[in-house]
Structures are given as structure tokens and as C-alpha cells.
């Protein structure tokens, strides 16, 4: 089988990933051999081995495949947030007394030992701490999610150059919103009309159960969009704005949401008390920026991750929630009745 590969190093690494989740028996691994088509082209080839992999992935890691489409190129995954939105999304299962996030990590692991997924930098304990995706398994995700009406990239050439029509048309339940860092583009590309794709992307999407903004470049926008019209959302992810805005007190009216990421956003003033109308969600990272919690953590009964700033906050001593140190790298964690509640 390595020969027919045509010593392409990803068709190995897949179909490698793909035989090892199979016994060692004949019949299993000739019904593999029988259901590539060996001979088409190579890169026909490498896509045929793509694509049987694909087909072979548990229901539940076929969503979490398609996930990873959302993100820009070359895009460094981190681990944390990517189980974060998967969770949120509602795709993982547990087995036996495998807490979710657990679950969430050996789905990971197993994208990873099948080559669909690649480490890019563990941490010092041997953990995956990012992974990203070789070019032509992110391009085959792409068309497949949009294919099957799963999720779409709007690139950063469709936002610099403001064509909003894409926008209107992108009616998928997921979208990954690229803001592109190149001055070029940047200085075409003004913090209103900034703006009004935040408004685009609500008003023309209100089904939407998850929204991811990624960019490199600092303070794009002074003020969020409420969001009010998109009041199914799961996911809601900023952290590549790195921006300076106000925070809006309509956040307490998506009462769906589950992953609310504001890594870098500078907040003017407080974090408005409506964030505790959150009740569903399970992860709130607030890090690398200085906002300042209300004493509202309480209500949030399902919040398993949480991750400050270096501030100090006013509601980390309340209830069972131990107050954080003012270093970053501190740690404090307290055992719930059924997960482990971290805080960061």
C-alpha cells in the first residue's frame, strides 16, 4: 500500500491513521485496499485516501473535523479552545466516567493518530497545546462542510474588499469571519465598516449557532454589536480582535450560549451585570484583557472553564469559587458535584 501511495508523505500519514484503527485481519485491510481507487493520479489519488478517511471517522469526530475548517491558514488551534466550541456544540460523548472535556481531548487525540489533524506545539507536560491542519486537508474541509451545510470561512479579500453580498448569502449555521492584518487591506478597510460586518453577519444569519472572529491587528472596533437577532447562538468568539470596546448589555439576551471567547478585548468600563443571564454557559475566558467580573459567577451553574485576567475580580471569591492570585500562571480549582470547574 505505501508504494501505491506514490510516495506522497500525507496520503501515507492517512491512510497509516486510517489501517491503524483497523484489526489486523485480511478481510479489513483489503476492503480498505478495495475502496481507493489506485488508479487515478496521485493527487486523485491522495484525495480518494482523504476522503475514505474521512468516511470512516465516528459521526461525532466528522463535526469536530469540520469545525477546524472555520479557522484562517496555517491557523495556530489551540487545544483548549478548540475542545471549548466542540463541547459547546454539543458534538461529544462520554463514555463510561469520562468527564466531557476528557472526552473532548481522546476525540482530539484520535483526529490526531489519523492524520486528518497535526500537533503543532505540545506543552511541558507532553499535552497537545495547539494543532493545526496540513493545506490540502483544510481545502478538503472547507468544500466538505460547505457541501454539507455545516460552515463557512468568509476569507480575509471578501472582508477587505467589503463585498457583503457573500455575507447575505452565507446562510450556514456556522461561520468563521477572517479580518486580514495586511496594511494594504487595513487601510481599505475603516472600524465602521468593521463594524457593519458584525451587523451583517447577525442580521443576515439569525439561525446561526456559532461565530468566530480571528485578525492580527489591534483595536479594529470601539463598540460590539448587540447580536439580539441571533439569539440561537452556541459560540461566540472574539479573540482575535484584540480590540477596545465597549461591552454591550444585550449579551445577557443570548441565553443559548455556551462559549463566550473574549481573549485581548480590552472592555471600557465593567462588564455589564446581564452576562449572569448566561446560565448555560460552560466556558468564559476573559484573558490577556482586563475585564472586571460582576458577582454573578454563581448563576452560572454549568461554567466549567473559566479564565481571568491578571486583575483581580470581584466575584472570584464568592460561593465555592476560589479567588485567583494576581499572577497569570496561577491556578485554583474546585471540585463540583460532577466536573472539575478550572480557572485560569
Not at 459521526?59 to 473535523?65: A, D, M, N, T
Not at 489551540?78 to 462520554?94: C, D, F, P, S, T
Given at each position: 500500500?505505501?508504494?501505491?501511495?506514490?510516495?506522497?508523505?500525507?496520503a501515507?500519514?492517512?491512510?497509516?491513521?486510517?489501517?491503524?484503527?483497523?484489526?489486523?485481519?485480511?478481510?479489513?485491510?483489503?476492503?480498505?485496499?478495495?475502496?481507493?481507487?489506485?488508479?487515478?493520479g496521485k493527487?486523485?489519488?491522495?484525495?480518494?485516501?482523504?476522503?475514505?478517511?474521512?468516511?470512516?471517522?465516528p459521526?461525532?469526530?466528522?463535526?469536530?473535523?469540520?469545525?477546524?475548517?472555520?479557522?484562517?491558514?496555517?491557523?495556530?488551534?489551540?487545544?483548549?479552545?478548540?475542545?471549548?466550541?466542540?463541547?459547546?456544540?454539543?458534538?461529544i460523548?462520554q463514555?463510561?466516567?469520562?468527564?466531557?472535556?476528557?472526552?473532548?481531548?481522546?476525540?482530539?487525540?484520535?483526529?490526531?493518530?489519523r492524520?486528518?489533524?497535526?500537533?503543532?506545539?505540545?506543552?511541558?507536560?507532553?499535552?497537545?497545546?495547539?494543532?493545526?491542519?496540513?493545506?490540502?486537508?483544510?481545502?478538503?474541509?472547507?468544500?466538505?462542510?460547505?457541501?454539507?451545510?455545516?460552515?463557512?470561512?468568509?476569507?480575509?479579500?471578501?472582508?477587505?474588499?467589503?463585498?457583503?453580498?457573500?455575507?447575505?448569502?452565507?446562510?450556514?449555521?456556522?461561520?468563521?469571519?477572517?479580518?486580514?492584518?495586511?496594511?494594504?487591506?487595513?487601510?481599505?478597510?475603516?472600524?465602521?465598516?468593521?463594524?457593519?460586518?458584525?451587523?451583517?453577519?447577525?442580521?443576515?444569519?439569525?439561525?446561526?449557532?456559532?461565530?468566530?472572529?480571528?485578525?492580527?491587528?489591534?483595536?479594529?472596533?470601539?463598540?460590539?454589536?448587540?447580536?439580539?437577532?441571533?439569539?440561537?447562538?452556541?459560540?461566540?468568539?472574539?479573540?482575535?480582535?484584540?480590540?477596545?470596546?465597549?461591552?454591550?448589555?444585550e449579551?445577557g439576551?443570548?441565553?443559548?450560549?455556551?462559549?463566550?471567547?473574549?481573549?485581548?478585548?480590552h472592555?471600557?468600563?465593567?462588564?455589564?451585570?446581564?452576562?449572569?443571564?448566561?446560565?448555560?454557559?460552560?466556558?468564559?475566558?476573559?484573558?490577556?484583557?482586563?475585564?472586571s467580573?460582576?458577582?454573578?459567577?454563581?448563576?452560572?451553574?454549568?461554567?466549567?472553564i473559566?479564565?481571568?485576567?491578571?486583575?483581580?475580580?470581584?466575584?472570584a471569591?464568592?460561593?465555592?469559587?476560589?479567588?485567583?492570585?494576581?499572577?497569570?500562571?496561577?491556578?485554583?480549582?474546585?471540585?463540583?458535584?460532577?466536573?472539575?470547574?478550572?480557572?485560569?
Amino acid at each position: 500500500m505505501v508504494k501505491k501511495c506514490g510516495g506522497l508523505p500525507l496520503a501515507i500519514v492517512v491512510l497509516g491513521g486510517l489501517l491503524s484503527t483497523k484489526r489486523r485481519l485480511i478481510h479489513e485491510w483489503e476492503s480498505v485496499l478495495r475502496n481507493i481507487n489506485w488508479k487515478l493520479g496521485k493527487e486523485e489519488r491522495l484525495h480518494s485516501i482523504i476522503d475514505l478517511s474521512y468516511d470512516d471517522l465516528p459521526y461525532y469526530l466528522k463535526s469536530c473535523f469540520l469545525y477546524t475548517s472555520l479557522f484562517p491558514e496555517d491557523f495556530r488551534i489551540k487545544r483548549r479552545r478548540l475542545i471549548g466550541v466542540w463541547i459547546a456544540e454539543g458534538y461529544i460523548r462520554q463514555e463510561g466516567e469520562e468527564t466531557l472535556h476528557e472526552a473532548a481531548e481522546n476525540g482530539l487525540m484520535e483526529l490526531i493518530s489519523r492524520g486528518m489533524v497535526q500537533v503543532e506545539k505540545m506543552n511541558s507536560l507532553g499535552r497537545v497545546k495547539s494543532c493545526r491542519l496540513h493545506d490540502v486537508l483544510r481545502d478538503f474541509s472547507i468544500v466538505k462542510a460547505k457541501e454539507d451545510g455545516f460552515g463557512e470561512a468568509l476569507k480575509a479579500n471578501i472582508i477587505s474588499s467589503l463585498d457583503m453580498s457573500s455575507i447575505e448569502k452565507s446562510l450556514c449555521p456556522r461561520l468563521g469571519v477572517h479580518i486580514s492584518s495586511e496594511r494594504d487591506e487595513i487601510s481599505r478597510t475603516s472600524r465602521v465598516s468593521i463594524r457593519t460586518i458584525f451587523k451583517q453577519v447577525a442580521a443576515y444569519n439569525k439561525h446561526a449557532r456559532s461565530i468566530l472572529f480571528m485578525s492580527y491587528d489591534q483595536s479594529f472596533i470601539t463598540k460590539m454589536p448587540t447580536f439580539n437577532k441571533v439569539k440561537l447562538l452556541r459560540v461566540l468568539d472574539l479573540e482575535g480582535l484584540r480590540a477596545i470596546c465597549e461591552f454591550p448589555k444585550e449579551i445577557g439576551n443570548l441565553i443559548h450560549l455556551r462559549y463566550l471567547g473574549m481573549r485581548h478585548i480590552h472592555v471600557k468600563g465593567p462588564i455589564p451585570c446581564t452576562i449572569g443571564n448566561l446560565q448555560k454557559l460552560q466556558t468564559l475566558d476573559l484573558s490577556e484583557g482586563n475585564a472586571s467580573m460582576p458577582d454573578v459567577l454563581w448563576k452560572m451553574e454549568e461554567l466549567r472553564i473559566l479564565c481571568l485576567p491578571s486583575v483581580t475580580t470581584e466575584a472570584a471569591s464568592h460561593g465555592q469559587l476560589k479567588k485567583p492570585s494576581h499572577s497569570k500562571r496561577s491556578r485554583s480549582r474546585e471540585l463540583d458535584e460532577e466536573e472539575h470547574l478550572h480557572i485560569y
